[in-house]
């Protein structure tokens, strides 16, 4: 059975080990999919964001769930696209891969992703669905100890091209 799977909806509504947020460098709360966490896991969180002093680009750092329904919350700073020539891809790969060794790192089965980089910071909806399935499929060969990944997409066109990509993934493993 594939450990990969998609919904279409709202992270913060997911129980999971850990749900990713798609932070920026200062881990002190943005719009978009950060300003939901942080409004449904409630002001805990954004006190033990102050004392992580921040995330580089490409990195990803946790901490707890607080009222989340997720146990706790991967904080990964995703690259602002400007033309593909600034480490863009490079960036959002490792985005996912540290995400993921982080979860390793602490004992986490389930993870849910949302679609890094794609809304305030640009980065093309279909690049990045590569960019991330490619990713997450690689890392969880060497990660057996992650049971679940699911990517949660918040709009119809992104849960499209997840499926499109899983479909496509799935028939060059059986080929
Ligand atoms: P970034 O700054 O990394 O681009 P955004 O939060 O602006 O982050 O957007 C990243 C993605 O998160 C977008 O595809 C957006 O549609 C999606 N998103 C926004 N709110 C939610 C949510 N509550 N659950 C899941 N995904 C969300």
Same mark, same amino acid.
């Given at each position: 059975?594939?450990?990969? &799977?998609?919904?279409?909806?709202? !992270?913060?509504?997911?129980?999971?080990d850990?749900?990713?947020?798609?932070?920026? &460098?200062?881990?002190?709360?943005? #719009?978009?999919?950060d300003?939901?966490?942080?409004?449904? #896991?409630?002001?805990?969180?954004?006190?033990?964001?102050? *004392?992580? *002093?921040?995330?580089?680009?490409?990195?990803?750092? !946790?901490?707890?769930?607080?009222?989340?329904? %997720?146990?706790?919350?991967?904080?990964?700073?995703?690259?602002v696209?400007?033309?593909?020539?600034?480490? +863009?891809?490079?960036?959002?790969?490792?985005?996912?891969?540290?995400?993921? +060794?982080? #979860?390793? %790192?602490?004992?986490?089965?389930? !993870?849910?992703?949302p679609?890094?980089?794609?809304?305030?910071?640009?980065?093309?909806?279909?690049?990045?669905?590569?960019?991330?399935?490619?990713?997450v499929?690689?890392?969880?060969?060497?990660?057996? +100890?992650? @049971?679940?990944?699911?990517?949660?997409?918040?709009?119809?066109?992104?849960f499209?091209?997840?499926?499109?990509?899983?479909?496509?993934? @799935?028939?060059?493993?059986? &080929?």
């Amino acid at each position: 059975m594939s450990r990969i &799977e998609i919904m279409q909806g709202d !992270i913060t509504k997911i129980a999971v080990d850990a749900i990713v947020n798609a932070a920026n &460098e200062t881990l002190l709360g943005g #719009a978009g999919v950060d300003g939901a966490i942080q409004r449904a #896991a409630g002001p805990q969180l954004l006190n033990e964001c102050r *004392g992580l *002093g921040g995330c580089p680009t490409g990195d990803a750092k !946790i901490t707890q769930g607080y009222h989340l329904p %997720a146990r706790h919350v991967i904080h990964t700073v995703g690259p602002v696209w400007r033309d593909g020539k600034h480490q +863009e891809h490079n960036l959002l790969q490792s985005c996912y891969r540290r995400s993921l +060794e982080v #979860a390793q %790192a602490n004992h986490l089965k389930t !993870i849910a992703f949302p679609c890094i980089s794609t809304g305030a910071y640009r980065f093309p909806k279909d690049q990045a669905a590569r960019i991330a399935v490619a990713t997450v499929s690689k890392c969880l060969k060497q990660i057996p +100890e992650i @049971e679940k990944v699911i990517f949660v997409c918040f709009d119809i066109k992104d849960f499209k091209l997840y499926e499109e990509l899983l479909l496509l993934s @799935e028939k060059s493993t059986v &080929e």
